[in-house]
Every structure is written in structure tokens, then in C-alpha cells.
Antibody, heavy 121, light 107 residues
Framework: QVQLVESGGGLVKPGGSLRLSCAVSGFTFRDYYMNWIRQAPGKGLEWVSYISSSGSTIYYADSVKGRFTISRDNAKNSLYLQLNSLRAEDTAVYYC??????????????WGQGTLVTVSS | DIQMTQSPSSLSASVGDRVTITCRASQGIRNDLGWYQQKPGKAPKRLIYAASSLHSGVPSRFSGSGSGTEFTLTISSLQPEDFATYYCLQHNSFPHTFGQGTKLEIE
């Protein structure tokens, strides 16, 4: 059974930091690229960051570039997102999401249940 | 950045209706598009990949079509469990971008 379980969210003051984790089971983690996606309260989905299956290729949304860092540990089947210099507008539910590439293309696959990050003084 | 314009933003329909949701890309994205369903308080769920392929376990009343810049999600006969918000996502180039969402409500 595929499971993606995020953790690490919480209440943090503006300028603070958090580290989100996503523990994966039920599929071969090292074969999948991974993404973080967030959803502000009452708003739509926003892609945040991507990391390739090996970890060698990384992309960020402009809104988080220079403040957030994505990483993965394939030996531990885990994905991470380090959030620094947090702002009120970073308040959102953060989802990890797996992605898979095959001969015909790629697709986003399974999603975690999300972890809430609240940035407030 | 590629903009995804999704329409309508909301839609009222009845059980048994056929509904269509559209996403337009600001530039060509081949068929690098997926559709997702989200219910309140829950994570998004995959429906369609490569614009027109149904993910495993998704009912056949869902279908997708399109290529290039125009894409549609069709639900052929609405069921009570289909009332939710639907999003398209382009993954042709970074940053990956979502449509604004379509909230499908019971009429």
C-alpha cells in the first residue's frame, strides 16, 4: 500500500524556520521524482519545488527560491523541505507528491495527506 | 512561465449530468497535463495523466482529451461522490503550474 506521510508543520513566527519531512512506503522511492506543493487556506494548489529521482536536479518556484531547500534520502525513503525566512504568505498546507516517468512521458502520482505550516506572530 | 487558464471557476450540475471542464495553456505543452480531484480537507487525487489516460482505479465516466494548448476533462454521468474541486496541472516545463480550479457543486 502506497503511503506518503508528511510531518514537521506547525506555528512559526515570521523569519523563522521549519523542516518538513515526507516518509514514503509502498513503492520504490529511488525510481520516483518528488515534488512539494502547497495550498494556502481557501486557495488553489501551488507547485513549490521538484527534485529528480537521484537528487541531482532541483527546481523551485520563484516565490520560495533562496529561502526553501528540497532534499531527499533514498536510503531512508524520505523527502525533505527546509523552510527558512518564513513569511505570512507561506502559510499553507504542504503536500509531498511522487512523480514517475515512463516511455511516453511523466505524471504526478500519489499525494500525502499534507502538513499545515502557519506563519504568524 | 506557462499560465493555465481553467474554466469555469464553478459549475452547478445534477446527478446524471455530463460536464466538461477546460484548461488552456498559454503556450504548447504537448500532452504534459494531468487532472486532479480534491474534496474539502483532503489531498488531491489523481484522475488523468498524459492528457487522456485514466489512472488505475479511476471510474471510466472520467475522460480527458486535448493536446498542445487546449484540454478538457469530461465526466459523462455525474455521481454524488464527484462533487469536488478539479484542477489541471501542466508539467511540460518549470515552474509546473496549476489551473485555478473548478468547484463542481450540486444544483
Amino acid at each position: 500500500q502506497v503511503q506518503l506521510v508528511e510531518s514537521g508543520g506547525g506555528l512559526v513566527k515570521p523569519g523563522g524556520s521549519l523542516r518538513l519531512s515526507c516518509a514514503v512506503s509502498g513503492f520504490t522511492f529511488r525510481d520516483y521524482y518528488m515534488n512539494w506543493i502547497r495550498q494556502a487556506p481557501g486557495k488553489g494548489l501551488e507547485w513549490v519545488s521538484y527534485i529528480s529521482s537521484s537528487g541531482s536536479t532541483i527546481y523551485y518556484a520563484d516565490s520560495v527560491k533562496g529561502r526553501f531547500t528540497i532534499s531527499r534520502d533514498n536510503a531512508k525513503n524520505s523527502l525533505y523541505l527546509q523552510l527558512n525566512s518564513l513569511r505570512a504568505e507561506d502559510t499553507a498546507v504542504y503536500y509531498c507528491c511522487s512523480g514517475y516517468c515512463y516511455g511516453g512521458g511523466c505524471y504526478y502520482d500519489h499525494w500525502g495527506q499534507g502538513t499545515l505550516v502557519t506563519v504568524s506572530s | 512561465d506557462i499560465q493555465m487558464t481553467q474554466s469555469p471557476s464553478s459549475l452547478s450540475a445534477s446527478v446524471g449530468d455530463r460536464v466538461t471542464i477546460t484548461c488552456r495553456a498559454s503556450q504548447g505543452i504537448r500532452n504534459d497535463l494531468g487532472w486532479y480531484q480534491q474534496k474539502p480537507g483532503k489531498a488531491p487525487k489523481r484522475l488523468i495523466y498524459a492528457a487522456s489516460s485514466l489512472h488505475s482505479g479511476v471510474p471510466s465516466r472520467f475522460s480527458g482529451s486535448g493536446s498542445g494548448t487546449e484540454f478538457t476533462l469530461t465526466i459523462s454521468s455525474l455521481q454524488p461522490e464527484d462533487f469536488a474541486t478539479y484542477y489541471c496541472l501542466q508539467h511540460n516545463s518549470f515552474p509546473h503550474t496549476f489551473g485555478q480550479g473548478t468547484k463542481l457543486e450540486i444544483e
